[in-house]
Nanobody, 124 residues
Framework: QVRLVESGGGLVQAAGSLRLACAAS????????MGWFRQAPGMGREFVAA????????TIADYVKGRFTISRDNTKNTVYLQTNSLKPEDTAVYYC?????????????????WGQGTQVTVSS
């Protein structure tokens, strides 16, 4: 089992940047592919980005491609989401998730463990 704790959210003006981090407990972080999802008020949870175990393969959702990127540091048991050129429509709670397999997942049911989320609010 793995425990995930997100950080780095906050209030930012449009065009600004935030770097979200997700710290995982345990010694088996490298056993998990990782993902980021987000959920705006009244909306479902949508895929943002994912990365495989080694960090050698990533997938970014089309609606944030070119602005967001995902990375991981397996020595620090942490996955990151760098968000640039933020827009008001990026406002949401951002969740990280862990998947106990090698392959990248893009839907919520692909993931086994979830963090509590971190709020990102982008003002216009």
């Amino acid at each position: 089992q793995v425990r995930l704790v997100e950080s780095g959210g906050g209030l930012v003006q449009a065009a600004g940047s935030l770097r979200l981090a997700c710290a995982a407990s345990g010694r088996t972080f490298i056993s998990y592919a990782m993902g980021w999802f987000r959920q705006a008020p009244g909306m479902g949870r949508e895929f943002v980005a994912a990365i495989n175990r080694s960090g050698g393969s990533i997938t970014i959702a089309d609606y944030v491609k070119g602005r967001f990127t995902i990375s991981r540091d397996n020595t620090k048991n942490t996955v990151y989401l760098q968000t640039n050129s933020l827009k008001p429509e990026d406002t949401a709670v951002y969740y990280c998730a862990a998947r106990a397999t090698q392959g990248i997942g893009v839907i919520t049911s692909n993931y086994d463990y979830w963090g509590q989320g971190t709020q990102v609010t982008v003002s216009s």
